[in-house]
């Protein structure tokens, strides 16, 4: 009996000791943690963008769902994407999502004489208008434009933590989430992240990037572990009635289409849309159906002043994680993605990527 409740309290002392060890979610997934991310506006930025004007150059392009209605949603000014885990037990995080926008431009189409679902606050709407829409077969439609000061879009979901798989509140499978990597186990090429209407994303390459890179909360690396995804080429469709549906937005790629930098020594996603899209689950599961996301000043940095140590898309900005609470974690590196070889995808990706069916 001495014996086994020795082996009982060195088990448990041993669970104690090395946490790391036997769970799979880094160790500052805690309840009240935060990650915050930005993308900022930078007005000389716009120099950069040939035949567009400043209204047409956007921090954050969204596709949301709200009551089987697709919208899109636009912001000019600054816009932050805030994760908080508000409650972690049974072996899942409670994540609440909050994206907060300003200078927001909101449009969708729909049966002339109907309405759609309001989900901003009236009393930040600066401008609204319905545009008869003209497109062969739809002329019995109007154009939605609503011109807001800001907007807050928020939702919660789940995280499995044995696993990263990340569902919906009604338990509607989404795929992993992009807020960390396991990195005992890192992902492989061709395997699903992420589903959504179809529409799945998968791995295209990983490597380790031998350099360090700068965010808004501080400098990160050497090394840096570098995720590169694919995804289908789609369509997505605003239902106008039994009959008829309306393309909102086409995608198409012609190679990778999303990618995030982490630091491997907290497993934090400090760029988590390095090529500005964000085909990801922890989006799906709060009605997001695609994002897009252009940090402004960071762009400029690295296509004007050749300063490769910023990158693009979000970039991680606060959190309230406690990261010195680990010294660096040892990691098996995946085959190393050199630097010119990122770069260069992340220069011609960023001149080309999406091609969407202009709204009215």
């Not at 409670?94 to 994206?99: D, E, L, N, W, Y």
């Not at 930040?124 to 002329?139: A, C, I, R, T």
């Not at 937005?249 to 760029?271: C, H, L, N, R």
């Amino acid at each position: 009996m001495k014996l086994s409740m020795y082996f009982i309290f060195l088990t448990y002392l041993m669970l104690i000791i090395f946490p790391a060890e036997v769970l799979p979610q880094p160790y500052w997934v805690e309840p009240g943690v935060y990650i915050t991310y930005i993308a900022s506006r930078y007005d000389p930025y716009f120099e950069t963008v040939k035949g567009a004007t400043p209204e047409q150059i956007h921090t954050a392009e969204l596709y949301y769902t709200v009551n089987g209605t697709l919208f899109r949603i636009f912001a000019n000014n600054d816009t932050y994407v805030r994760f908080e885990f508000i409650k972690v037990e049974k072996g899942y995080a409670t994540v609440r999502v909050a994206i907060n926008m300003s200078n927001v431009t909101i449009s969708t189409i729909f049966l002339n004489g109907t309405k759609s679902p309001i989900f901003w606050n009236s009393g930040d709407v600066m401008s609204e208008k319905l545009l008869p829409s003209h497109e062969p077969g739809f002329e019995d439609c109007v154009w939605l434009e609503v011109k807001l000061e800001k907007i807050i879009l928020s939702g919660t979901y789940k995280i499995r933590l044995e696993d990263g798989a990340v569902f919906g509140m009604n338990g509607t499978y989404y795929g992993k989430t992009f807020l960390w990597f396991d990195s005992t186990n890192p992902p492989n090429v061709n395997e699903s992240i992420a589903i959504n209407k179809g529409m799945e994303t998968t791995v295209w390459k990983v490597g380790t990037l031998n350099r360090s890179m700068m965010t808004y909360y501080g400098k990160f690396g050497p090394p840096l572990f570098s995720v590169l995804y694919s995804t289908e080429n789609t369509k997505f469709y605003q239902k106008i009635d039994s009959e008829r549906t309306y393309p909102l937005m086409e995608i198409s790629f012609g190679g990778p289409s999303a990618g995030i930098v982490y630091d491997p020594s907290t497993e934090i996603a400090i760029y988590p849309t390095i090529i500005e899209n964000a085909p990801y689950s922890d989006f799906y599961a709060v009605g997001i159906q695609w994002a897009q996301f252009t940090d402004e000043k960071s762009a400029y940095n690295l296509i004007v002043k050749k300063d490769k140590s910023w990158g693009t898309g979000l970039i991680l900005y606060d959190t309230n994680a406690e990261f010195d609470k680990v010294e660096t974690v040892e990691y098996p590196k995946p085959q190393t993605l050199p630097a010119y070889f990122f770069y260069g995808l992340l220069f011609v990706l960023m001149t080309a990527v999406l091609t969407f069916k202009r709204w009215r």
